[in-house]
Each structure stands twice: as C-alpha cells, then as structure tokens.
C-alpha cells in the first residue's frame, strides 16, 4: 500500500499571516452583538481575498462581455481572459487547460459527468462512448464517506441503467477500509467515484490503492477533491484519476463556479449531457453536431465573473504557495488535534494524527447536541458547522448522526485553534453535563 | 489578539435556553410510541438529520386527539419543543389543535419581534421558545414535532393509519 503524505507541519511566519489576513476583510468582523469573529468553517465554504474581489470589479466594470460569441472589443477580451482563467485553474491541479470544464461547482461537475454517462448508456456518442456505457450487471463503486453530491447522482444513475450500487466501508478511525477493494471493486465494476478526502474526518484517501483497483478491471475513476484542492498541492494527472470535481468557493473563490476534470482522451468521446448554446457546431431542425471539450460541455452562457475571480482566487494561493498551505494548516491541525485530544467527554470523528488527515476536525460532545454545542461556541464567535455536514451515511458509519466540525484555512492562526480547544471544554459545563 | 471573548453572544444565549427548555429536554414528556395509532408522521430536520416519528390516536367520536407519542433524536430546542407541544395539545378538539400549531408558527417566525397577546396567551408554556425566533436556522428545530404533530393528525383525521416512509438504513 502506498504511504499518505505527512506534510512537516510549519506554521506561516507571524508577519506574514498577520498580511495574509489582512487581505480578508470578513476576518476582522464581530458578531453576536460584539465578539470577534473566529472562522472555522471553510470546508463549507473559504473566504475571499481581496484580490479576488478586485479581479471580478475590474472585469465587471471594464471587460464584461459574453464569452465564445461575438467579435467586438468586448467580446474578444472577455473570450481571452475566460480562456486564461481556464489555464490558471488548470495549472493549479497539473492539467491542461481542455481538460478543465467550468460548472457550477462539484455537485454541478458530477451531475454533468452523471449526465453524459447516462447519454452514453442510452447509445449517445456512438461507439467510441460504448466504454461509458453503464447496464443491467455493471456496478458502480462508491464510499461510505461521500459527501451526498458524489452519492446521491450516482444512486440515481445506477437506478437508471440498472447497473448495482456498492461501496467501501469506513472504519472506526473514518478511514476508508482498502483492504476491502478487491472484494468491492470486482469485473463488472465501470466507474468508482471516491473522495479525495472526507468532509467529516478529513480523511485523505490512499489514490493511488484506489486507482490501481480501478485500472486493474478497467474501471473509470472519478475523484472528489472538493476539499483538497484548497488545502494540498493536488496534481490530478499525477494522482492518474480519469475524472475529479472541485469548487471554486472552497479554493478562496466564488460561489457558483467549479470544475469537472477529465482526461482530454476521455472527453474527447464522451457525450454531452447538458445541451444549449455554445456547445454546438451546426444546428438544423432535427439535430446538432457538437463542439470538441471542454466547450462541448459548456452549454449557455457561463459565469464568466466568476471564473476571472476563482483564476485570481488560485493565482493567490499559489504564491503563498499549497506546500505552504498544507503545512501551515498541518501545524494547527496538530495544535487541535491536541486540544480536542485533552477535553474530557469530547469523541473525535476521523484520524487522531495529521498523517494523511486534512484540518477537517469533526467531535461529538457526549451528551450534548451539535446544535446546542454549535449555538453557544457562536455566541462566542467561533463559526463552525453543525449538522450531519451533506454527509449522513459517514456519520452513520461512526455511530452518530450529527457532529461539530471546525475546519481549518490558510488564513487561521494558532491563537484562534488555541481559544477555541479551551472553548470546547466549557461546552459541556455550559449545558450543565459532565460536572 | 483578543479571540474567543465573552461578549453580548451569551445574552440571547439565556433567552433561547431558557430553564423550562432545558427541563423539558432532559426529560422530554410523552416519548415513547404507541403500538396502536390512527396516524403516524416521520419528520427530518433536512439540515441536521434530527428525526422524530409521532403517533396519535384520536378519541372514539373522531373530533379530538386522545393520545401523543412520539421517538425521536434532536437538539434541546427540538426535543423540549415536542414535549412542551405534548402537554398542551392531549385532549383538544382538532380545530384547537390546529389553532395552537398556526400560532406557534407565528411566534416562530416572529424574528423576536413578539405576538399579539392573544397569541402568546393561548400558546402557554410554549411562549418560552420566543428566543428561538431570534435564529433563524433554528426556528425548524422548534417546528419539527409541530409539523409532524399536523400530518399525524391530518392522517388519522382522513382515516389513514398507514405507517410513515422512513427511508432504508437509517
Ligand atoms: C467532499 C465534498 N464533496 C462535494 C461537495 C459539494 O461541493 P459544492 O457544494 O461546491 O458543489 C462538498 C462541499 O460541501 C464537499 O465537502
């Protein structure tokens, strides 16, 4: 089995933190009636930079324009800075810039890709798409620790085709148990979709075990790396997957942009699921030919703004550097990790070391719900997320059903994971449990 | 830097959890199912998964709920909610019961900004979740057993005593 990654936890020097926050406004709000903000929530959605803001006013107010269609000045400028943006993003996963297709976000990557694999079952794209066909017989690999947006569509699509829905389990230390894979991911296996790391134990998954199962019977893999992309160097063709999805809004981005990754070979002969302007050569009356990908894929007008700001969202990052990023957020993760390890009546959900664990720290305060325990660590300005996270069945794996989950971005500092592990002690004395 | 403080937050934090909630919650009344029922309802939080599945029956003439019973896993709003919710609707006629569900929606969606007194006079103990009105993410917590109570009612009132949907493997 192929070793995780254990980042050298190294925190990001003071002065250049103290820059680095500055850059978020949001940061320096109170909240509740006065409390200084403490975010801890950006596996639900990162904060922007101010250059990302500045990026999308610019473009708005002086190069706004529909892109791929039209030839005035505007057009040819906002066509040039859309397919930049592409390049950028593409660079930041170790891409080429035609394997990148802009969607709405993960959820909207994997119902597209769902889409054309469902138009490929019903014999769209001809022979060249018989390889993404799905039927009665086939089975589709899942896990038990996706979140519902690489579950549910594929629930659904194997209920449309026929084909069997199975899955890996999840261990009591939220690891997904490899050593089933040769069970679970047999011949008539098509396509196994996992994620790249759990939104609730922050689990990373081993790819490359995964993968190697996959290659093995001829399997499509398809990688969820929704909560990677911001917080780890993440090279897609390096890590071999065929497919992935991420989100523009959890890479200091935008909401309501994403992208679906595809092997440029694969796109090529994959059919469109989603149809539209754009995405089309020549339209008659009873049918269309299609544009070669990503455009094929691209159907209706795109958020272009969106995209310019999720480019400079990724240019930010990548000049602090992801190497940099993941040891700075490694360094609190331990810090926390440590802190939650000392409070009494506290269960974590996921790994207990940063070894191959992203700063995604999910507990379980005995005798307290989340809701209560998220609602009085609000009133004290920590935002955290409570609730079952999009992910029920990974809670149900661990024998709950809701967690408090506080997770980590490259602007958190480790004066804010130090109050809020003293915090986590006084929840329960708060809710008079445990005296 | 100054994080983590104790300021204004924890104020609203006494208004919500008042002390009759945090009673209730810790021994919520009317849990447990009936084995025999005229109408079931199985309701989900969608944003937490809280759950609760409620039975009731309805006295022999049809015109008044007889009995409550009700599982369920939640938040303290949630859980105090149905066991205040409990104590106040055994034995009232439908339309009272109807009643006091549309007027406990209105001090939920108050936003703190208060009822008419009639409204809070006829809600009784339940006035103590006023505070919840002041969070609008909770406001569903409070709802919950409400709106598992009115479809359990509804049920039993159009003589449909089948059990609930509740998804496999939960
Ligand atoms: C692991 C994982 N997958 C998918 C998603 C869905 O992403 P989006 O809501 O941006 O489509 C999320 C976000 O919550 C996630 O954490």
Known sequence: ?435 | MGVGGFGAGLGSMEQLYQQLILDHSRRPHGKGLLEAFDGESFQVNPTCGDQVRLRVTLAPDGARLATLGWDGQGCSISQASISVMNDLVAGLALPEVAALGEAFGLLMHSRGRGVPDQVADSLGDAIAFEGVSQYPMRVKCALLGWMALKDAVAKAAAGDSSPAHVPEGI
């Open chain 1, 1 to 435: 089995m192929t070793a995780l990654s254990m980042p050298e936890p190294a925190l990001i020097p003071e002065a250049e933190l103290a820059a680095i926050r500055a850059d978020f406004p949001i940061l320096q709000r109170q909240v509740r009636g006065g409390v200084p903000l403490v975010y801890l929530d950006s596996g639900a959605t990162t904060q922007r930079p101010t250059p990302v803001l500045h990026a999308m006013e610019d473009f708005a107010t002086g190069r706004n324009a529909a892109v791929h269609r039209g030839a005035h000045a505007l057009a040819e400028e906002a066509t040039e800075d859309y397919e930049e943006a592409r390049g950028d993003i593409a660079r930041f996963v170790g891409a080429r810039p035609e394997e990148i297709v802009f969607t709405s976000g993960t959820t909207g990557a994997i119902n597209l890709l769902v889409s054309s694999l469902d138009a490929a079952s019903t014999g769209r794209g001809g022979p060249a798409a018989w390889q993404f066909a799905l039927t009665r017989g086939d089975r589709i690999v899942v896990t038990q620790a996706e979140h519902h947006s690489n579950l549910v569509p594929w629930q659904e699509l194997a209920a449309r085709s026929g084909a069997e829905l199975a899955w890996l389990r999840v261990g009591p230390d939220g690891r997904l148990r490899l050593d089933d894979l040769s069970q679970v991911v047999t011949a008539h296996t098509k396509v196994v979709a996992f994620t790249h790391a759990s939104n609730v134990t922050g689990a990373v998954t081993d790819v490359a075990t995964v993968v190697a199962a996959a290659k093995g019977v001829g399997a499509l893999t398809v990688l969820d790396a929704a909560q990677t992309a911001g917080h780890m160097p993440v090279d897609l063709p390096g890590l071999g997957v065929d497919f992935a999805a991420f989100s523009g809004h959890k890479t200091l981005g935008p909401h309501g942009v994403g992208a679906l990754y595809g092997r440029l070979d694969l796109l090529e002969v994959l059919p469109p699921g989603f149809y539209g302007g754009s995405m089309v050569e020549i339209v008659t009356m009873t049918e269309a030919t299609f544009q070669p990908p990503p455009t094929r894929f691209e159907a209706g007008t795109q958020p272009v703004t969106e995209v310019i700001g999720w480019a400079a969202a990724v240019r930010y990052l990548s000049e602090i550097g992801m190497a940099r990023v993941e040891a700075h957020e490694a360094a609190l993760t331990a810090r926390l990790l440590a802190g939650v390890a000392g409070v009494p009546g506290v269960r974590l959900l996921g790994p207990p070391g940063i070894d191959g664990r992203l700063g995604c720290v999910a507990v379980e305060f005995d005798g307290v719900h989340p809701h209560d325990a998220g609602q009085y660590l609000d009133s004290l300005g920590f935002a955290v997320r409570v609730g079952h996270h999009c992910a029920q069945p990974v809670h149900r794996a661990l024998g709950t059903h809701t967690s408090t989950r506080a997770t980590l971005g490259v602007y958190n500092t480790p004066a804010e994971v130090d109050a809020y592990a003293a915090a986590l002690a006084t929840v329960r004395p708060y809710f008079g449990v445990g005296e």
